[in-house]
């Protein structure tokens, strides 16, 4: 029976967040029960693209980037797929009629990071916009559930919180970027110089866009708005530890929140949640 691999499917796709992800996993823990395993799914095909740009060094990137782009297309048109994450993503993008456009542009940043060094502002727009906005926008799709109108008055927050997430993954991830993948995002800055301007600078530019994804966040189908909302105080927490760290000390270590802090958040919010401070 297809049904017993397609639970399948969605369980590696569960697998696959659980171990890359204790934040997303908690954040998708407290959504709507309907949606965690689109959810999963989206996350899986998003993480397995990205660990093949970030980590699988010794092999050919643009090949498997390559083979990866033709059997996500073919799992789309046949419904089916022996890679059960791709299966899995397959069959949220069929149920929720996720468009290819979101999917191509995601791919397209994927590749930008195998030749990618440094960006000018057009390409790193370009970038944010493939590699985080439109998972939002997909992740959005699942959430109004085939609600057009719903989905065109909430695209904007969505790219925007997608946007604040990552710029923080920037910021965090600043010194393994550069020093072992050789990247720089941000543009205009030399990182070797990386000073207290230029982090307060990229700050301000995120807490814009922090104001403006909560804005949406608020309006969100009750049954997804608790476990965004998880999502936005994982990364605004983390946000704001490294306001208040130096520069020179981003450049030295990943700034990480402890698991028991983020328990802590997750508690504090589902009381701001259940007393509707939200």
Known sequence: MKSLYDKVSFKCSKLVTNNYSTSFSLGI???SKKFRKPVYAIYGFVRF?????????DYDKQDLLDRFRTETYKA??????????????????NDFHIERELIDTFLKSMEMDITGISYDQDGYEEYILGSAEVVGLMCLRVFCDKDKEMYESLKYGAMRLGSAFQKI????????DYKELGRTYFPGVDISQFGEINKRQIEEDIEQDFRDGYDGIKRLPKDARFGVYMAYVYYYSLFRKIQGIPPRKIMHERIRISNRRKYMLFFS????????LI
């Open 29 to 31: 823990s407290f959504l």
């Open 49 to 57: 693209a990205d660990e093949i740009v970030d980590t699988f060094h």
């Open 76 to 93: 789309i048109e046949e419904k089916i797929s022996l890679n059960p994450i791709l299966n899995s993503f397959q069959q949220t993008v």
């Open 169 to 176: 993954n920037f910021l965090r991830d600043l010194n393994q």
């Open 269 to 276: 919010s589902y009381v701001r949640h259940s007393l509707n």
